[in-house]
């Protein structure tokens, strides 16, 4: 009922899930990442423990491929499922159970894996892939939200549409960016405007945040109140 794009950028150390589906909040049940180890998601006939189970295992320095099946062995549902990961080093592997709807399937490589059920056919995900690698002039993630877009122009969830998500983490034991479109009629649209949104009011304020490096973050009264004023808000920290 769902596909997806994961992409690894060393150069960033980012990973990144890109999804969308007709079904309702994709973004609660699907993507999985981790800073450092990788990023998978589990779909079709969705078990969510195995993206953590996949993580895990990868962190333990399991490759991708024995990854999933380790964590496939005790899931008696395991042919309902699909399920695709990607490392630190670049390598990727997938999982499409032999009962998943039709058209289902997955393509993986160096960096990047892309996989779906439920599609109106095998052109969503060939049209994810070529746009995904030919739009390498843009940013990880608008890069990967037009390669979905590609793939809806090509025919996208046989069903229909109404959510999509976006998760990508860096450094962090958290992600830099978590967007979800949980219900709308065109998911993808709305998930590129939340990610406008996101470059315009969130990432410039990224580096101020508590993290590994500085775990405290910004603490500076009269710095936090400057920008405040500069964005036409009247407030003040209690002193």
Not at 93 to 119: D, F, H, K, Y
Not at 142 to 148: C, P
Not at 167 to 194: G, M, Q, S, Y
Request: glycine residues 10%; charged residues 20%.
């Amino acid at each position: 009922m769902t596909w997806s794009l994961l992409a690894h950028e060393p150069e960033t150390g980012s990973f990144a899930v890109a999804v969308t589906t007709c079904a309702l909040a994709v973004g609660a049940s699907c993507p999985f990442v981790r800073a450092g180890v990788g990023a998978v998601s589990t779909q079709s006939i969705t078990n969510r423990y195995l993206g953590p189970a996949v993580l895990d295992a990868m962190a333990r320095g399991l490759s991708p491929a024995a990854a999933i099946e380790g964590a496939l062995v005790g899931d008696d549902g395991k042919n309902l499922r699909q399920i695709h990961a990607i490392d630190s080093h670049g390598r990727s592997a997938a999982w499409t159970g032999q009962n998943c709807v039709e058209w289902a399937g997955a393509r993986s490589g160096t960096g990047w894996s892309i996989a779906g059920n439920m599609l109106s056919g095998e052109a969503v995900i060939a049209d994810t892939l070529a746009s995904f690698l030919a739009r390498q002039e843009l940013a990880l993630p608008e890069r990967m939200l037009q390669a979905l877009q590609a793939g809806e122009v090509a025919g996208g969830d046989k069903r229909g549409r109404q959510s999509a998500a976006l998760k990508l983490v860096t450094t962090e034991d958290f992600p830099d960016i978590d967007l979800r479109v949980d219900d709308h009629a065109n998911p993808l649209d709305e998930l590129e405007r939340l990610l406008k949104l996101w470059r315009l009011t969130r990432a410039p304020g990224l580096r101020n945040q508590p993290s590994r490096a500085h775990p405290s973050g910004s603490t500076n009264m009269d710095a936090i109140e400057a920008n405040w004023r500069r964005q036409g808000l009247d407030l003040k920290f209690r002193r």
